[in-house]
């Protein structure tokens, strides 16, 4: 009964077009304002208790209202039907919530380094695999059922990604750490580019059917800023692969200070978070017009 009781409040019903916007854009301005808070403290990222769990806060409630309101979304604006039973879009988005929040309550929390270390790193890893493969799955399921196909967008994003990492690590001069080869560290990065693009054009694409051509172009500029940032990430990642392949084995200690220039890369992602807001914003007051509601709903208005 305590769980049937409390699932309303964790899982709302439906409420409308306008409220599912509503929802979405409170995930961005959340999770963008984190983002863009650790840009600015990306010299002296504070290790204070208050500062930690508030940040750790914001970025779980920031990706909670993300599901609900893409959800809620999907309920009003439903796709095409696909074959596909397994939710791969909302698997991802935990995932990446997952490796995300994982990754920085390990940097800040020393009782957990000390306590849990092998099961946080353990579940990282495995958030890691998760949003990889589910990423790939979110592509092959967006697929209409014509004929089996190559994923074509995950293929290019990774392809891309790959050499666009490379392009970097040979315009840097090579890598600084010099124990990742670079045929190891450039797809590395493409992973990394292709976890990032997945979303974001995910994202762009629920507000391209409906937006304005301002709103389309904002989508679209979300998705290439993210592009950016993810490449930047990736060489981050792809320049530590050995160091953090190493340190998971030997010395899970000073792995979690290897993080740390991963959480700082990702910070400019505040910019795409910004970007959607105003491709999604317009829907807002045509949705709210249009006085969308769902069945669920419908009926004698309650007091």
């Given at each position: 009964?305590?769980?049937?009781r409390s699932?309303?409040y964790f899982?709302?019903?439906p409420?409308?077009?306008g409220?599912?916007?509503s929802?979405?854009?409170a995930?961005?301005?959340v999770?963008g304002?984190?983002?863009a808070?650790?840009?600015v403290?990306?010299?002296?990222?504070?290790?204070?208790?208050?500062?930690y769990y508030?940040?750790?806060?914001?970025?779980?409630?920031?990706?909670?209202l993300?599901?609900?309101?893409?959800?809620?979304?999907?309920?009003?604006?439903?796709?095409p039907?696909?074959?596909?039973a397994?939710?791969?879009?909302?698997?991802?988005?935990?995932?990446?919530?997952g490796?995300?929040?994982?990754?920085?309550?390990?940097?800040?929390?020393?009782w957990l380094?000390?306590?849990?270390?092998?099961?946080?790193?353990?579940?990282?890893?495995?958030?890691?695999?998760?949003l990889?493969?589910?990423?790939?799955?979110?592509?092959?399921?967006?697929?209409?059922?014509?004929?089996?196909?190559?994923?074509?967008l995950s293929l290019?994003?990774?392809?891309?990604?790959?050499?666009?990492?490379?392009?970097?690590?040979v315009?840097?001069?090579?890598?600084?750490?010099?124990?990742t080869?670079?045929?190891?560290?450039?797809?590395?990065?493409?992973?990394?580019v292709l976890?990032?693009?997945?979303?974001?054009?995910?994202l762009?694409?629920?507000a391209?059917?409906f937006?304005?051509?301002?709103?389309?172009?904002?989508?679209?500029?979300?998705f290439?800023?993210?592009?950016?940032?993810?490449?930047?990430a990736?060489?981050?990642?792809?320049?530590?692969?050995?160091?953090?392949?190493?340190?998971f084995f030997?010395?899970?200690?000073?792995?979690?200070?290897s993080?740390?220039?991963?959480?700082v890369a990702?910070?400019?992602?505040?910019?795409?978070?910004?970007?959607?807001?105003?491709?999604?914003?317009p829907?807002?007051?045509?949705?709210?017009?249009?006085?969308?509601v769902?069945?669920?709903?419908?009926?004698?208005?309650?007091?």
């Open positions: 009964m305590g769980r049937r699932v309303p899982l709302p019903a409420v409308s077009s409220h599912a916007l929802v979405l854009l995930g961005f301005l999770e304002a984190t983002e808070y650790q840009f403290q990306r010299t002296t990222l504070g290790l204070g208790w208050p500062e508030t940040t750790l806060a914001t970025t779980i409630l920031g990706f909670y993300m599901f609900l309101g893409l959800r809620e979304w999907r309920i009003f604006h439903p796709r039907v696909r074959r596909r397994v939710p791969w879009r909302l698997i991802q988005l935990f995932s990446a919530a490796v995300s929040i994982g990754s920085w309550v390990g940097l800040h929390s020393a380094r000390r306590k849990y270390l092998i099961p946080w790193m353990i579940g990282v890893a495995t958030a890691t695999v998760v990889v493969v589910a990423t790939v799955m979110v592509d092959r399921g967006d697929a209409l059922p014509r004929k089996r196909g190559w994923p074509v290019t994003l990774w392809g891309g990604g790959t050499a666009a990492t490379a392009v970097l690590i315009g840097e001069g090579g890598l600084t750490g010099g124990s080869p670079i045929w190891l560290a450039a797809p590395v990065g493409g992973i990394v976890a990032f693009g997945q979303f974001f054009f995910g762009q694409r629920e391209r059917p937006g304005s051509p301002l709103g389309r172009a904002l989508g679209w500029a979300g290439g800023w993210s592009l950016g940032v993810a490449t930047i990736g060489y981050v990642v792809g320049e530590r692969a050995v160091l953090l392949l190493t340190e030997s010395n899970w200690g000073a792995l979690i200070a993080v740390a220039p991963i959480v990702m910070s400019p992602l505040f910019v795409s978070y910004a970007l959607m807001v105003g491709a999604f914003l829907q807002l007051t045509d949705s709210a017009g249009r006085g969308l769902s069945p669920e709903t419908a009926g004698p208005a309650l007091p």
